[in-house]
Antibody, heavy 115, light 110 residues
Framework: QVQLVQSEAELKEPGASVRVSCKASGYTFTSNYDINWVRQATGQGLEWMGWMNPNTGNTGYADKFEGRVTLTRDTSLSTAYMELRNLKSDDTAVYYC???????WGQGTLVTVSS | SSELTQDPPVSVALGQTVTITCQGAVLKYFSASWFLQRPGQAPVLVLSPGNNRPSGIPDRFSGSDSGTTATLTITGARADDEGDYYCNSRDPSGSHPRWVFGGGTKLTVL
């Protein structure tokens, strides 16, 4: 069965960076499914951040995050990564990875930004 | 970037039918998908474009598209249908593929 398992919660100070991982199993990681990243602040809606093609490494980012987020992957580990830099308090949110057209989601990773 | 607008919170009596709508200019070009997010859980896809239900999603969930509006219908609502419903769609603006989510609609089953 398809599973996306994300890394554990993180606590970061303002200005720091965070990297969240998303390990895929149950399908071929480099097949025709992008990995999308979505975040959700407490009590708020879903916000799309960007996509990555695990086969080619090609990426695309929402305008809001362009220049501050980088999506990468390690095909040998079937794992996708999301790095967000220069963290601010309003980056505190649960970050999700999702396959393709969002048919499978990771369990979410809480990133808390606080001094 | 484009936007998708969803209904305010709605409620439905157990066993009755409820509709939730999603409006946006992008829906003229791309059909919507629908997701249910129960409290404390990740979203779950309940309907993909073409009114397709993923495996395990009951047929009481159905969808339709008309112009710039997508509609999710739940026929015979159950208690475990309660949660936040989100629509999303491709966004044709910009130089690369992108996605947009609606703001969500909270459904209460009475």
């Amino acid at each position: 069965q398809v599973q996306l398992v994300q890394s554990e919660a993180e606590l970061k100070e303002p200005g720091a960076s965070v990297r969240v991982s998303c390990k895929a199993s149950g399908y071929t990681f480099t097949s025709n499914y992008d990995i999308n990243w979505v975040r959700q602040a407490t009590g708020q809606g879903l916000e799309w951040m960007g996509w990555m093609n695990p086969n080619t490494g090609n990426t695309g980012y929402a305008d809001k995050f362009e220049g501050r987020v980088t999506l990468t992957r390690d095909t040998s580990l079937s794992t996708a990564y999301m790095e967000l830099r220069n963290l601010k308090s309003d980056d505190t949110a649960v970050y999700y990875c999702a396959r393709g057209r969002f048919d499978f989601w990771g369990q979410g990773t809480l990133v808390t930004v606080s001094s | 970037s484009s936007e998708l607008t969803q209904d305010p919170p709605v409620s439905v009596a157990l066993g009755q039918t409820v509709t939730i709508t999603c409006q946006g200019a992008v829906l003229k070009y791309f059909s919507a998908s629908w997701f249910l997010q129960r409290p404390g859980q990740a979203p779950v896809l309940v309907l993909s474009p073409g009114n397709n239900r993923p495996s395990g999603i009951p047929d009481r969930f159905s969808g339709s598209d008309s112009g710039t509006t997508a509609t999710l219908t739940i026929t015979g609502a159950r208690a475990d249908d309660e949660g936040d419903y989100y629509c999303n769609s491709r966004d044709p603006s910009g130089s690369h593929p992108r996605w947009v989510f609606g703001g969500g609609t909270k459904l209460t089953v009475l």
